[in-house]
């Protein structure tokens, strides 16, 4: 008798909570929350180990929404305790769920340690160039000149560049997507999932209530075409509404050109996810309506691999209970080792 436990194939709805959604309608978080839900059966890991952490913000009532473990934790710290738990547990899935707010100022230094040490996180930036959830204040993304209740005159502050920000720390793994295209989403959630190591992935969201429309350039069906340029490992930079224009290398300058007007797809820059240089002159591409009209980027910008922080964690332990034994916390608390402090 074949007493083999099947268990029942999950469907993004088993990831749904029983928790009313409470964002505005319209907001972009919706179809983030959606397309995670959408991906999670198709990494074929138990809910009881999947973890998802976030901080303060509109994007992190997250964890409330899925149907897995989840904390919602101190504003800016969600790296942190997300850290902890992987070291602790290795063996679960965690997602860092984040806004530009949350992540990028005062949790700007979590975000920068969590990358270099290389944890294997998945982080999700939710970017609306905004703080949504305090009413409408400029973010570390907000662009210069926008008016907030902050900044009733323009904001005087220079924005951040998450990409290339994290690129800086050697985040082993940056791509950018949008929330007005699930499918291209849906496919980059899948990608930072499969690598080991920490994953940071952009995610341009709009809020509909205190800055509608900032990523409308790149988000609307209509102008993308023109304005965006959905990177492919191994393929070349083309873009435009009839695939007619694309991006060459002149040496290290990049210059958009016309194909067919004396130039073919051979001489366009080919995407190489494993370069660095490059990936970094990719996250600079943001003067598109300017005289060199550069495409903002969507896809992986970069990939590398490397130990992961919490393997490199676990065989320094076992190198120290090989020389020193296994430890005695209550030997080490009833024990004779003190200090007196004048």
Not at 112 to 129: C, G, K, M, T
Not at 206 to 223: E, H, P, R
Not at 235 to 240: D, M, N, R, V, Y
């Amino acid at each position: 008798m074949d007493t083999t436990v099947k268990t029942p194939e999950l469907t993004g709805k088993d990831f749904s909570s029983d928790q009313d959604v409470r964002w505005c309608p319209g907001c972009g978080d919706y179809t983030i929350l959606k397309q995670v839900q959408n991906v999670m059966p198709d990494l074929g890991i138990a809910r009881e180990n999947i973890v998802f952490v976030a901080g303060i913000g509109c994007s992190s009532r997250f964890p409330y929404y899925m149907n897995t473990y989840g904390m919602h934790t101190i504003h800016g710290r969600a790296p942190a305790v997300a850290t902890g738990l992987k070291v602790t547990r290795p063996d679960l899935s965690v997602w860092v769920i984040t806004g530009d707010g949350d992540s990028l100022s005062i949790g700007a230094n979590h975000l920068l340690h969590a990358l270099r040490r290389n944890v294997d996180l998945n982080i999700l930036l939710f970017n609306n160039e905004i703080y949504g959830l305090t009413k409408g204040q400029s973010s570390p993304t907000s662009s210069e000149g926008l008016v907030t209740k902050s900044t009733p005159y323009g904001s005087v502050d220079h924005p951040f560049n998450p990409l290339s920000l994290t690129l800086g720390a050697d985040a082993g793994f940056v791509a950018r997507t949008m929330d007005r295209d699930p499918k291209h989403l849906n496919a980059m959630l899948k990608r930072t999932h499969q690598h080991k190591g920490t994953s940071f992935l952009e995610i341009y969201q709009n809020c509909l209530v205190f800055n509608d429309g900032t990523f409308d350039l790149y988000t609307d069906k209509g102008k993308r075409p023109s304005t965006a340029v959905y990177l492919e490992h191994g393929k070349p930079l083309i873009f435009g509404e009839n695939s007619d224009r694309g991006i060459r290398l002149d040496g290290l300058r990049p210059e958009v050109v016309e194909l067919g007007n004396g130039y073919t797809t051979g001489d366009l820059w080919i995407h190489d996810e494993n370069d660095p240089v490059k990936a970094y002159m990719l996250s600079r591409f943001f003067t598109v309506g300017n005289a060199d009209g550069f495409p903002r980027p969507f896809g992986v910008l970069f990939e590398s691999n490397r130990p992961s922080y919490e393997e490199q964690v676990a065989a320094q332990m076992q190198v120290a209970k090989k020389k020193n034994g296994e430890a005695d916390l209550d030997k080490l608390l009833s024990g004779d080792e003190t200090w007196v402090v004048n």
